[in-house]
C-alpha cells in the first residue's frame, strides 16, 4: 500500500520587502536559493541539467525579494521505500481506489502569537512556565487581539493557485490584526500560497514590517533586544496539508486521499550570508535529538552491547521508547565516521566566519585551512597506518568495558582503546589529539579556558567554538559559551582517535575534482529525508538567545510526532472534510469553502504538547521585533572572571583589585545569520573584483536607538555571496581576509561595471525606493 508525506517536514521561508519577486529556498547544505518565475516554476539553465541558481537578492527597485518554502508529495511503496516525489499523472491509490492523479490541494494556516506569549528571558521556559510568568503585553484585557491570525487558506493546481493571508480573509473568515496606524509600518498580511505548473506548493512570508501601536512623545521606541509591548511583526509559522485528487477509473469519479500527516512552515527573518554554515545548523541539533530520544539509529546509539544486532523501535510505541531510554544507553565505538562526508564539514566552519568579522583575525589564524595551518584536511584527513591495513576487518572491543566517566555525566563519546603514539604509523595523531582536547564538553558551557590542565598542550587555552551560548546576559541558567552537540563530539572523538575512513584513500572520490574548501553536497536530494535534512542545514541551531529563526523550543521531544515533523493539532491543521466523508459524500468541499468552517475558539494563548501545535506557536517564542534582537546580537561581552557566575559587584565592598581582576571576552553569536564586518565589492580592476573591508551594518548602532533603525533599513544591507571567479583550487592571501566571499547589492553603493555582463547584472545597485 502506498503512503504520501510532504516533505520537507518543516520548510523555512524568509521574510522580503519585495511584493512581486521571490526565489525558491535552498534545499541543500550552503546552497544558492533557486531561481523561478512569478508562478514558482523553478527557471532551469539553458542545458537544462539543473535550476538556475539565485545571486541577485533584490529585485530592480532594491527590495528584497522573499524566499520561498516549496513542498512537494513524496510517494513510499515497495519500488520506491525510501520515497521519490508524486508527480502529475501518476497512479495512486487510497481508500480502496486506484486512478490517475490530477490535481491536488493545499491548506495552510499561518499566524503570529508573540504579543500574547510569555516574555523571552534567556533559557527561562526552556522547562516551562510558573503560574506568575510575565505575558508579553500584560496590561491587555483581550488577549485575542494580540494574535495576528488571518484564518487558513487553500489553493490546488488547477483552478485557485494563489491566496493571500491578508485582513480580507478571503472574505469568509473573521480575521485578527493589529490596528491600523502602526509606526513606522503597518502589517496587513503574513504572506501568501501558491502552487507551481507541477502541483507543489510555494509558502511566502510577510513583508518584513514591524510597528508599534504605541502613541506619543518618544514612540515609537525600543527598550528590549526580546520584549517590546506594543510591537508586532510579520514572522510567522503553521501548518501545511495536502490532499490528492485523482479521477479513478473504478468507479468513473473523482476521488480524495489525505498525505499521512501534515507538515510545518516557519517564516524567519533573510539569511543574508547563504552561503556559510552556522557553526551548529538546526539539522545538526535535531538529528542528535533524534539519535538520543527517539531510536532513530539504534546501530549508531542504541543499548550497550546490542549494536551487532540494532533494535527498531517506533516512535508511536511510547512504552516500547520509554524501557529503550530507561536502559544503558550509549554511541557504538565500532562506528567509523567519513571525514570528508562527516567531520571535515564541521571544522571548516570556523574559518569561513572570517570573512565575517574582524574580531578573528588573530584568533582564527589556526582554522586556516588554505594556509595549511592547524586545520590543514590533508594531515588531519590521513588515516593511521594501521586503520588502512585493517579497513576490511571488523576491530573487535570488548564492551564489557566500563564507559568513561564523561560518558557517564552524558558526555558525547565512549572512551575508544588507545594506540600508543607511533610517528610513523600515525605521524598528524597527535594534531586531531590536540583539536579534540580544545572543543568545550558537556559541564563546561561556562568555561571560557581550561585551567587544571597544567602540563598539557590545552592548558590556558581557550575552549572551542568561541561563540556565545544560550545564556551569557543573566544570573539563571547560566549558559555563556555555545558547545557541539553530542553526536558531533562523539564523531569528532572517533577521528581524534583514529577511528574513521578517508573517502579519497578508498577511492570513493576524486581528489582531483572534489571541492575540498566547500565541503557541501551540490546535487538535489533524491528522498524525502534528504529534503528534510539539506532545507534544516541553512537554519539555526544555537545559540538561542533566542536565536534566528526558531529557539531552544526545537530541543522539546514532546513537541515533535516523529523526526523532523512536527505534531500538530489535527483541529486546525485539517481540511473541513476529510478524504474519506468526501468520497462519500461525493459532493467535495470546494477550496473556498474550506475557509468558512465553525471555528469555536480563537488561536489558544497556552501550549498543549500532548495534543500539538497550532498556527504560530514556534515562532512566537522569538523577539518582537525581530529586528530588536537581529541587530544587538553581534557581539556580547561575556564575563570570564569566573565560570559559574556572570556579574560581579566591586563597587558594593570598594573592593579595586576584584575590579582590576575582572576579565570579559567579547564573543561573537552567530555570524553566519548577523555578519560584523565584510569585503564589500566596490569594483573592478583587470577584470578582478575590488573589495573593501568595510562595517557590515554600516553605522547601525548595536543599542536600542540601532534596533529602530533597524526596522527601517533592514532591506538596505548587502547580500555576502562566494566570489563567482574563484575556483576550487584557489588558495587566499598570506595575510588578511581575502575576497573568497563578498557583499553585493548594498543600496547607496556607486555603480559597478563587471567584465562579465551576468555578474554586472548581480553587482549594479538600484535606487532607493
Request: charged residues 25%.
Amino acid at each position: 500500500m502506498s503512503i504520501y508525506k510532504i516533505h520537507p517536514g518543516m520548510g523555512i521561508a524568509r521574510l522580503g520587502n519585495s511584493e512581486t519577486e521571490f526565489y525558491i529556498a535552498p534545499e541543500i547544505p550552503a546552497g544558492l536559493p533557486q531561481a523561478c518565475d512569478s508562478a514558482g516554476n523553478p527557471i532551469l539553465s539553458d542545458d537544462l541539467t539543473g535550476p538556475v541558481l539565485v545571486k541577485n537578492f533584490k529585485d530592480k527597485n532594491g527590495r528584497v525579494k522573499r524566499q520561498a518554502a516549496r513542498f512537494q508529495v513524496f510517494v513510499y511503496d515497495d519500488d520506491t521505500p525510501a520515497g521519490r516525489p508524486l508527480k502529475l499523472g501518476d497512479p495512486v491509490e487510497g481508500g480502496g481506489n486506484r486512478g490517475k492523479l490530477i490535481d491536488i490541494q493545499w491548506r495552510v494556516y499561518l499566524a503570529n502569537k508573540k504579543a500574547s506569549w510569555y516574555e523571552f528571558n534567556e533559557r527561562s521556559g526552556e522547562h516551562g512556565y510558573a503560574a506568575d510568568y510575565p505575558r508579553r503585553n500584560a496590561s491587555v484585557q483581550n488577549r485575542d487581539r494580540l494574535i495576528i491570525d488571518p484564518g487558513p487558506r487553500s489553493v490546488n493546481s488547477t483552478n485557485l493557485r494563489r491566496a493571500s493571508f491578508d485582513r480580507s480573509g478571503n472574505g469568509v473568515y473573521a480575521t485578527t490584526f493589529p490596528p491600523q496606524g502602526l509606526q513606522p509600518h503597518d502589517i496587513d498580511t503574513l504572506g501568501e500560497i501558491l502552487t507551481d505548473d507541477s502541483g507543489r506548493l510555494l509558502v511566502l512570508g510577510g513583508l518584513g514590517h514591524s510597528g508599534s501601536e504605541q502613541s506619543g512623545p518618544g514612540e515609537p521606541h525600543i527598550s528590549h533586544y526580546a520584549n517590546n509591548d506594543g510591537w508586532y511583526d510579520d514572522v510567522s509559522d503553521g501548518p501545511v496539508m495536502a490532499r490528492l485528487v485523482m479521477y479513478s477509473d473504478q468507479v468513473g469519479a473523482i476521488r480524495y486521499i489525505d498525505v499521512e500527516y501534515p507538515a510545518w512552515v516557519v517564516v524567519g527573518y533573510p539569511r543574508f550570508v547563504p552561503q556559510i554554515l552556522d557553526m551548529i545548523t538546526m539539522d545538526d541539533v535535531l538529528y542528535d535529538l533524534y539519535l538520543r530520544e527517539f531510536a532513530y539509529d539504534t546501530s549508531l546509539y542504541g543499548q550497550l552491547g546490542s549494536f551487532d544486532c540494532p533494535e527498531t523501535i517506533s516512535i508511536h510505541d511510547q512504552t516500547a521508547l520509554s524501557q529503550w531510554q530507561a536502559s544503558r544507553l550509549t554511541w557504538n565505538k565500532d562506528y567509523k565516521p567519513w571525514f570528508y562526508r562527516d567531520i571535515w564539514p564541521i571544522l571548516f566552519r570556523p574559518n569561513e566566519f572570517l570573512y565575517l568579522s574582524d574580531i578573528l583575525a588573530q584568533s582564527n589564524f589556526p582554522h586556516d585551512q588554505e594556509q595549511r595551518g592547524t586545520f590543514d584536511p590533508y594531515k588531519i584527513g590521513q588515516t593511521p597506518g594501521y586503520t588502512r591495513k585493517q579497513m576490511a576487518k571488523k576491530v573487535i572491543i570488548d564492551d564489557s568495558t566500563a564507559i568513561c566517566r564523561d560518558a557517564c555525566l552524558g558526555e558525547a563519546y565512549i572512551a575508544t582503546q588507545h594506540k600508543p603514539e607511533d610517528k610513523e604509523d600515525d605521524p598528524y595523531g597527535t594534531m586531531r589529539r590536540f583539536l579534540f582536547d580544545l572543543l568545550r564538553r558537556s559541564g563546561e558551557d561556562n568555561e571560557f579556558k581550561l585551567e587544571d590542565k597544567v602540563g598539557s598542550r590545552v592548558h590556558n587555552l581557550p575552549l572551542m567554538p568561541l561563540l556565545c551560548g544560550d545564556n551569557p546576559l543573566t544570573n539563571e541558567v547560566v549558559t555563556k559559551f555555545l558547545r557541539l552537540t553530542d553526536y558531533q563530539l562523539f564523531i569528532l572523538k572517533q577521528w581524534a582517535e583514529g577511528n574513521f575512513i578517508n573517502e579519497m584513500e578508498e577511492g570513493w572520490i576524486d581528489p582531483k575534482t572534489y571541492p575540498v574548501f566547500f565541503p557541501y553536497p551540490t546535487t538535489p536530494p533524491k528522498t524525502g529525508r534528504e529534503l528534510d535534512r539539506g532545507v534544516l542545514s541553512n537554519a539555526l541551531g544555537g545559540a538561542f538567545c533566542p536565536g534566528a529563526e526558531l529557539n531552544w523550543i526545537i530541543r522539546n521531544p514532546s513537541i515533535y510526532w516523529e523526526p523532523y515533523r512536527i505534531k500538530v493539532d489535527r483541529s486546525w491543521s485539517d481540511f473541513l472534510q476529510s478524504a474519506a466523508q468526501a468520497n462519500q459524500n461525493r459532493q467535495p468541499t470546494s477550496v473556498i469553502e474550506e475557509l468558512n468552517f465553525n471555528i469555536e475558539n480563537p488561536l489558544s494563548q497556552d501550549n498543549d504538547f500532548a495534543v500539538g501545535l497550532q498556527p504560530g506557536d514556534l515562532t512566537k517564542y522569538m523577539a518582537v521585533p525581530w529586528q530588536a534582537d537581529f541587530n544587538e546580537c553581534t557581539t556580547n561581552p561575556n564575563n570570564i572572571t569566573y565560570a559559574d557566575w556572570n556579574n560581579l559587584y566591586p563597587g558594593s565592598e570598594n573592593d579595586q583589585r576584584l575590579k582590576r581582576e575582572e576579565k570579559v571576552w567579547n564573543t561573537l553569536w552567530w555570524p553566519a545569520h548577523r555578519p560584523l564586518q565584510s569585503n564589500e565589492l566596490i569594483g573592478f580592476s583587470n577584470g578582478e573584483p575590488v573589495t573593501t573591508w568595510t562595517t557590515w551594518s554600516r553605522g547601525i548602532q548595536q543599542t536600542h536607538a540601532g534596533d529602530l533603525k533597524m526596522v527601517s533599513e533592514w532591506w538596505k544591507l548587502g547580500f555576502i555571496i562566494r566570489n563567482p571567479y574563484l575556483t576550487d583550487s584557489d588558495t587566499t592571501p598570506s595575510t588578511g581576509p581575502d575576497n573568497r566571499y563578498y557583499s553585493i547589492e548594498r543600496w547607496g553603493s556607486e555603480h559597478l561595471v563587471a567584465p562579465n555582463p551576468q555578474i554586472s547584472s548581480i553587482i549594479n545597485p538600484s535606487k532607493e525606493p
